[in-house]
């Protein structure tokens, strides 16, 4: 955004941006700081943030610094006793890029990216499909999210959810069905707990 002299920090990313794909990610940025682009600009924009954000991915592969702390272990674990998916606002080529880094790709059954449902998160659409590809209810269903737009995205579906605090503090997690601190809490017990409590 540097050539419309928009900046922001992490912070600001956090507290505005994160849980929104990249459509609206660049219209809610277009509409604050008032950018002279029309809907017809927001795909250039959104090739340009691929083009960089494609690099940052072959970075973070080739010096390993790519996922959370546990995140592998914590997937072959689960993957052991649970179908998983994905139900993400980022593009389906990060995710498949990603996974395909971490070796990580073969315990996914289906991923549900950016663009491929109506509308994204907050919105209950992602989660909606992913239970409908996990050929599930919802409620048979168990989200983990780092975010208030994820978490909302769940629960609007009907899942449970578990917020983990790996981006926002807990405070910013409330609606939540559990909280953890780290992928080591998210546990076949955590899950099968959350799965036989009513909503």
């Not at 809610?28 to 083009?51: F, M, S």
């Not at 546990?70 to 990603?98: D, F, K, M, N, T």
């Not at 209950?124 to 909302?152: F, K, N, Q, T, V």
């Not at 449970?160 to 605090?165: E, L, M, Q, S």
Request: charged share 25%.
């Amino acid at each position: 955004m540097s050539r419309f002299d928009v900046t922001f920090s992490r912070e600001d990313y956090y507290a505005h941006y994160l849980g929104y794909d990249d459509v609206g990610v660049f219209l809610q940025l277009v509409e604050r700081y008032d950018i002279p682009v029309g809907n017809a600009g927001i795909p250039a924009l959104i090739a340009e943030k691929t083009r960089v954000f494609d690099a940052s991915i072959e970075a973070g592969i080739e010096s390993g610094d790519i996922l959370y702390p546990g995140a592998a272990e914590c997937v072959a674990l689960l993957a052991a006793r649970y179908p998983l998916g994905i139900a993400s606002g980022a593009l389906r080529h990060e995710i498949e890029a990603i996974l395909r880094g971490a070796k990580l790709d073969q315990y996914f059954r289906f991923i549900v990216a950016s663009g491929e449902t109506r509308e994204g998160k907050p919105a209950p659409d992602p989660y909606r499909r992913a239970a409908e590809l996990h050929a599930r209810l919802p409620g048979e269903c168990l989200a983990i999210e780092d975010s208030r737009w994820g978490i909302a995205s769940a629960k609007a579906a009907g899942l449970a959810c578990v917020g983990i605090t790996t981006t926002y503090s807990s405070e910013h997690l409330t609606e939540a069905d559990r909280i953890i601190a780290s992928l080591d809490e998210f546990t076949p017990d955590l899950i099968d707990t959350l799965q036989r409590e009513p909503r």
